[in-house]
């Protein structure tokens, strides 16, 4: 028993010894002093058991101890090393994420800035001619003026919504989702757009049965109005809109949203989730804010976003979120 303790010890304390040029060094030299007294003894003749003794312990204590102290030391340092680089590694993440929240808000402010400016001139031309000449003008002109005025202020109403949208997916910090029924989700979104729904005539059909998917409530409502409102907006006339979904590879769910529209190009398609890029279909509305937003919301639920759409052939966008519940 006691042979097979010994053993073990004597292969590790072998291996610690030879683990590293230094300790071969220091063994080495231990080695040497032994060599030296044998020489000793082979020249004189003579021989002092208690100064071998002694010198023999005080190589090996010092043999031990003064190679373990070096190594530990040079361990620390190359601990100090790795942590350093973790260290500049990170300030770097941080500067480059610090680098592009600058650019990203630089293009925010000028994406709210183009999309405010055009509704809110429409609405102070439209608002001093009135305010000029609504006593000489027929009703019906009156009244196509202030519809005019009403529709902008929803446009303009609408980006406001947005950027509170993005404000609080900004501050927000961990949410923790939960399984949640699409179909209840998406009629929420729905009864949200009801005027846009009679006044486009759009033509909605919703799959019987949508699997369940776990995700924040209020951004997936969110995300809903602005795919419902974007196939509303620039689908056929009268927009006819299917909405599905299916299952997904690693649990995920995949929901998506089909229009009856004019297509997108692949120029288009590429740059239509970009951060605060502006699309333009009709050259005078565009997706602006949402779209950007959306894909931030899918990103941190743990899903992606992409669109399938061809010129002439209508558009397909969808989004995926995880079966299983998560904090994100």
């Known amino acids: ?53 002694v010198t023999s312990v005080t190589s ?3 043999t031990y101890f003064i190679s373990d102290a070096i190594i530990s030391y040079r361990q620390t340092i190359e601990e100090k090393n790795r942590q350093l680089q973790r260290l500049y590694f990170d300030l770097q993440t941080a500067n480059q994420q610090l680098k592009n929240q600058n650019q990203e808000l630089d293009a925010f402010a000028h994406t709210v800035a183009h999309d405010l400016r055009t509704p809110l001139s429409i609405v102070m031309g439209h608002g001093a001619l009135l305010s000029k000449a609504w ?38 910090g961990e949410v923790t989702v939960i399984p949640l029924n699409m179909e209840y989700v998406i009629k929420e979104a729905l009864r949200r757009l009801d005027y846009m729904v009679a006044s ?51 649990n995920m ?6 229009d009856n529209g004019p297509g997108l190009s692949a120029a288009e398609q590429q740059n239509l989730f970009r951060p605060y890029a502006l699309m333009t279909p009709n050259n005078s509305d565009g ?27 209508g558009s397909k966008f969808f989004f995926t979120l995880p079966g299983n519940a998560k904090s994100r």
């Open 135 to 172: 006593q000489t003008r027929p009703p019906e002109k009156v009244s196509e003026e202030l519809v005019v005025i009403t529709d902008t202020a929803k446009k303009m109403s609408n980006i406001v919504d947005d950027l509170l949208l993005l404000s609080s997916l900004r501050a927000e």
């Open 60 to 62: 090996i204590i010092v």
């Open 253 to 258: 769910v995949r929901f998506w949203i089909k």
């Open 1 to 53: 028993m006691r042979e097979n303790t010994l053993k073990p010890f004597l292969t590790s304390e072998l291996s610690k010894a030879l683990d590293s040029p230094l300790r071969i060094a220091m063994l080495a030299w231990f080695v040497s002093v032994l060599i030296a007294e044998a020489l000793t003894y082979f020249f004189t003749q003579s021989f002092n058991l208690t100064t071998f003794v």
């Open 200 to 250: 486009y005539d759009a033509d909605i059909h919703i799959a019987n049965s949508l699997p369940a998917a776990c995700g924040y409530q209020p951004w997936l409502e969110e995300i809903w109005v602005n795919f419902l409102s974007n196939a509303i907006k620039y689908g056929g006339r009268p927009p006819q809109i299917e909405i599905g979904a299916n299952l997904a590879e690693d």
């Open 287 to 313: 997706y602006g804010l949402g779209l950007s937003i959306v894909k931030r919301i899918i990103n941190r639920l743990g899903g992606d976003v992409g669109i399938e759409s061809h010129p002439g052939q």
